[in-house]
């Protein structure tokens, strides 16, 4: 395939996307912040941006400073990693598909001229009208369809239930500061064990659990905001799988670019 993605967003759910997509053959562009904040950053492509290189199963994922270096990457056969909020590069890389995975849940400043295909990952987005295709993420019998017109359903903010625990996965910051990380990303942590710090405030584990994500430290948080995943399955190796989620939606994605002959025709 010799289709040109650009993603935006470099996290766990764009990420998924990214590695079905470059496994289909696809040459694919993510941009990110220039202080991304992941939860997931051991299978998040955005990682790139502050250690230069992300290997998420086995694809590399590069930062590079300038678009133009983006097909060197590509001829490496590597993901490339661009800072580019803004999306200054659009007219320079000229993608086939833009993919919008930051889950905003608003509708996107680019239109449907952006590319040939334009894609909105979950609610914000509305078929038709800011893109041309909607790509469900809530959980249930629709994660993964192609919605042509109209919006994706509305986010529940609870996660997906593991072994009876739902809210109680994701660790939460007790107060704004900065974060100290204690343990790291795929530690077996007992009940009550320390996890991190943020301004004198302790986060300790509600039950047993391996530790699936948890932002970096010195990353400014605030009170309420998610910084961590428990994960009660005792699994130290899904952390380093990207989730089922990420590549049903990641299968959507693909789905709406060979729904269209003129993409297809790019194929090699």
């Known amino acids: 395939m010799s289709i040109k993605v650009l993603i935006r967003g470099g996290g766990d759910l764009a990420s998924g996307i990214a590695l079905r997509l470059y496994r289909a053959g696809a040459r694919v562009l993510v941009t990110e912040l220039s202080a991304p904040v992941m939860v997931r950053r051991l299978v998040s492509f955005g990682q790139a941006v502050y250690q230069k290189n992300i290997d998420v199963e086995g694809v590399s994922g590069q930062l590079i400073h300038a678009v133009d270096e983006a097909e060197v990457v590509h001829q490496q056969g590597d993901v490339a990693v661009l800072v580019d909020p803004d999306l200054t590069c659009l007219s320079a890389y000229q993608p086939d598909v833009l993919v919008d995975c930051r889950m905003l849940k608003r509708p996107p400043e680019t239109g449907l001229d952006a590319a040939a295909l334009v894609i909105g990952i979950g609610p914000g987005f509305t078929a038709g009208q800011d893109c ?137």
């Not at 428990?230 to 939606?249: H, I, N, T, W």
Request: with cysteine; charged share 25%; hydrophobic share 40%.
């Open 132 to 268: 041309h295709a909607v790509v469900e993420t809530n959980r249930g019998h629709c994660m993964g369809r192609v919605y042509w017109q109209g919006q994706a359903q509305n986010d529940t903010r609870i996660p997906e239930a593991v072994l009876n625990h739902e809210a109680d996965r994701v660790l939460r910051s007790p107060a704004d500061g900065e974060i100290e990380v204690i343990p790291a990303i795929g530690s077996v942590i007992q009940k009550g064990e320390l996890i991190a710090r943020v301004a004198g405030h302790e986060v300790t584990a509600p039950w047993f659990g391996v530790l699936r994500g948890i932002l970096m430290s010195g990353l400014p948080v605030e009170a309420g905001m998610k910084i961590g995943d428990l994960d009660p399955r005792g699994e130290p190796r899904y952390c380093y799988m990207v989730s089922d989620k990420s590549l049903a939606v990641g299968g959507g994605v693909l789905e709406a670019i060979l729904s269209r002959p003129a993409l297809r025709a790019k194929i090699a």
